[in-house]
């Protein structure tokens, strides 16, 4: 079975530009986090969604939103990119927020860089 | 704020030691507690978890250590192997909270042949 997969896997943009990132869920799996990375640090939470609603959102600015579709997939958008933004960027999948065991499945994330 | 402390920030093992990480927690809501491990390049994969209602869950050369009064864990890795050289993250959850994770900063665990 395919795991969660992101797109894309690398990308550069330069400060003030946007950027959107990509994923799919593991099948079966209606509920999709996104997570930050900084080099050398542990992940921060930024937006959990299930059945395309928004179930919570960590502290990130406004330039960061997010969306779930309805087949699950879910698009993680960055407005006026800084260069503090550069980051792994991960998608996690579970079953639900709620009746789950809470486990959360990672993808590979996309690695930004922000020049 | 950093909800969970992770200590140490890395550490090296002889091949056949033991590595053993630690993490605290203040949140008393957190009823789930996963231990990642993540390679260079890729993402967090999950490696084995505890809930509170028991003090030690063991997994292969993996264990769980939870005291609960302490608000603190530990994973222990038995017979440490060069394949097992990686970050490794703790982590912890709440129902109540849709399960956000809250992770620790990582320890970067190397395996010395």
């Known amino acids: 079975d395919a795991g969660v997969t992101q797109s894309p896997t690398h990308l550069i943009k330069t400060r003030g530009q946007q950027v959107t990132l990509r994923c799919s869920p593991i099948s079966g799996h209606k509920s999709v986090s996104w997570y930050q990375q900084v080099l050398g640090q542990g992940p921060q939470f930024i937006f959990q969604?299930?059945?395309?609603?928004?179930?919570g959102r960590g502290n990130f600015p406004d330039r960061f939103s997010a969306r779930q579709f309805p087949n699950y997939s879910s698009e993680l958008n960055v407005n006026a990119l800084l260069l503090g933004d550069s980051a792994l960027y991960l998608c996690?999948?579970?079953?639900?927020?709620?009746?789950?065991?809470?486990?959360?499945?990672f993808g590979e994330g996309s690695r930004l860089t922000v020049l | 704020q950093q909800q969970v402390k992770q200590s140490p920030q890395s550490l090296i093992v002889q091949k056949g030691g033991i590595s053993i990480i630690n993490c605290a927690y203040e949140n008393t809501a957190f009823d789930y507690f996963p231990w990642y491990q993540q390679f260079p390049g890729k993402g967090p994969a999950l490696l084995i978890a505890?809930?509170?209602?028991?003090s030690e869950k063991k997994e292969g050369r993996f264990t769980i250590s939870f005291n609960k009064s302490a608000k603190q864990f530990s994973l222990h890795i038995m017979d440490s192997q060069p394949g097992d050289s990686a970050t490794y993250f703790c982590?912890?959850?709440?129902?109540?909270?849709?399960?956000?994770?809250?992770f620790g900063a990582g320890t970067t665990v190397t395996v010395r042949a």
């Open positions: 505890i809930r509170p209602d028991v």
């Open positions: 996690a999948s579970s079953l639900s927020p709620t009746r789950g065991t809470g486990e959360l499945f």
């Open positions: 982590a912890a959850s709440a129902r109540s909270n849709d399960y956000k994770l809250s």
């Open positions: 969604y299930y059945e395309k609603e928004e179930r």
